[in-house]
């Protein structure tokens, strides 16, 4: 791999990188404590993400067990998750906040593969629009002389075949959330 295309490969994994934290945020039938990554707590007129106020933990599948370092903290937790797009009210006993998740809907686990497949076509449109841009890059350096038209050849075929490896590495991560999300 030249230098030329490598920044272009970074880019490209960053936003394979992207695509996997999005779906780690994506609720599937168990509990997982990433879907509470997106939530901050007022903490003292900051916003501070959730798991830096307190413990969480999953003593069971569909259990996840928020303890807050200071209680005055779970009002604060409980508004956080109430207002978030996690759609769980959570219950509070004044010690720890507990977030029993349901089973999921045929429904529901229909409307979250239509949400993982899009969220993989966004992340393909973007990997395809970095290697618009080499593509302009190269051949603007073509035309300036600063290499032949062998080397933009080369260039640009060394661009579709990484672009062709991460489209393929989208697909397998969107076909494996997929079955994730399916699977009861």
């Known amino acids: 791999?030249?230098?030329?295309?490598?920044?272009?490969?970074?880019?490209?994994?960053?936003?394979?990188?992207?695509?996997?934290?999005?779906?780690?945020?994506?609720?599937?039938?168990?509990?997982?404590?990433?879907?509470?990554?997106?939530?901050?707590?007022d903490y003292y007129g900051t916003p501070t993400p959730?798991?830096?106020?307190?413990?969480?933990?999953?003593?069971?599948?569909?259990?996840?067990?928020?303890?807050p370092w200071e209680s005055s903290l779970l009002k604060a937790i409980e508004k956080a998750i109430n207002t978030s797009d996690l759609g769980i009210n959570p219950s509070n006993d004044g010690?720890?906040?507990?977030?029993?998740?349901?089973?999921?809907?045929?429904?529901?686990?229909?409307?979250?593969?239509k949400d993982v497949k899009k969220k993989g076509e966004e992340s393909k449109v973007a990997i395809r629009n970095i290697r618009r841009d080499a593509v302009d890059v190269f051949k603007k350096q073509e035309k300036k002389g600063e290499f032949s038209e062998d080397v933009l050849n080369d260039l640009l075929d060394e661009i579709q075949k990484i672009t062709d490896k991460y489209i393929v590495e989208i697909d397998k991560k969107v076909e494996s959330k997929s079955k994730d999300v399916l699977s009861v």
Do not use: H, W
């Open 50 to 67: 959730l798991n830096q106020v307190g413990n969480i933990t999953v003593p069971e599948a569909r259990l996840i067990e928020i303890k």
């Open 1 to 41: 791999m030249s230098n030329q295309t490598a920044v272009y490969e970074e880019k490209m994994k960053k936003t394979l990188a992207a695509l996997e934290s999005e779906f780690a945020t994506i609720r599937v039938g168990r509990a997982n404590p990433k879907v509470l990554d997106r939530i901050t707590v």
């Open 95 to 113: 010690k720890v906040i507990r977030l029993v998740f349901p089973e999921l809907t045929e429904e529901r686990r229909k409307e979250l593969t």
